[in-house]
């Protein structure tokens, strides 16, 4: 019989080229997945905050200066109200984001009432900034999310 004279090749050259190809592909894919799902964490995180925003215009709106000392708020209101500054209407944002599983320490809520006076027919305008916790933490800064919302005054 006849020998083959092709040089025998040896396969220990490649041999870690498949592990090392699996391990970028898997951490790629993983980096991925969580980039994604820190990316979802934000779109969810300003839909909350804008849902508190309403919330506060909401209580604003039903709780202008005729609803009575204890539940008034605004400027411009009769002397037993005492809540000119719209603290009633942080605290009903507060309480919904709250809610919603968020660590509200960071949260800034400004009340303004953008025609002077919590009276009906006039405007309140409850923006909401928050600094973005990320949840994954993969090295990046969270953005500020800004939410706003605006109503008038009806009672």
């Known amino acids: 019989m006849r020998r083959s004279t092709k040089p025998v090749q040896s396969r220990h050259t490649d041999a870690g080229q498949a592990v090392v190809e699996f391990?970028?592909?898997?951490?790629?894919?993983?980096?991925?997945?969580?980039?994604?799902?820190?990316?979802?964490?934000?779109?969810y995180t300003y839909s909350v905050m804008a849902d508190s925003?309403?919330?506060?215009?909401?209580y604003a709106v039903a709780h202008g200066c005729d609803?009575?000392?204890?539940?008034?708020s605004g400027?411009?209101?009769?002397?037993?109200c005492t809540d000119a500054a719209g603290n009633n209407v942080v605290a009903a944002v507060n309480n919904y984001a709250k809610l919603c599983a968020h660590n509200?320490?960071?949260?800034?809520?400004?009340?303004?009432?953008?025609d002077s006076y919590a009276t009906p027919p006039n405007r309140v305008r409850v923006v909401?900034?928050?600094?973005?916790?990320?949840?994954?933490?993969?090295?990046?800064?969270?953005?500020?999310?800004?939410?706003?919302?605006?109503?008038?005054?009806?009672?």
Not at 23 to 43: A, E, K, P
Not at 53 to 58: D, F, L, S
Not at 67 to 72: I, M, T, Y
């Open 128 to 155: 909401i900034n928050y600094p973005y916790p990320s949840f994954f933490t993969l090295g990046w800064k969270g953005p500020r999310i800004n939410a706003a919302a605006e109503g008038r005054i009806s009672y």
């Open 67 to 72: 609803a009575g000392a204890a539940n008034c």
């Open 23 to 43: 391990t970028l592909m898997v951490s790629t894919i993983v980096l991925l997945l969580l980039s994604v799902l820190d990316f979802m964490m934000v779109v």
């Open 53 to 58: 925003a309403k919330e506060g215009v909401r």
């Open 104 to 114: 509200i320490s960071g949260m800034t809520v400004t009340v303004t009432y953008p």
């Open 75 to 80: 400027p411009g209101c009769t002397a037993a």
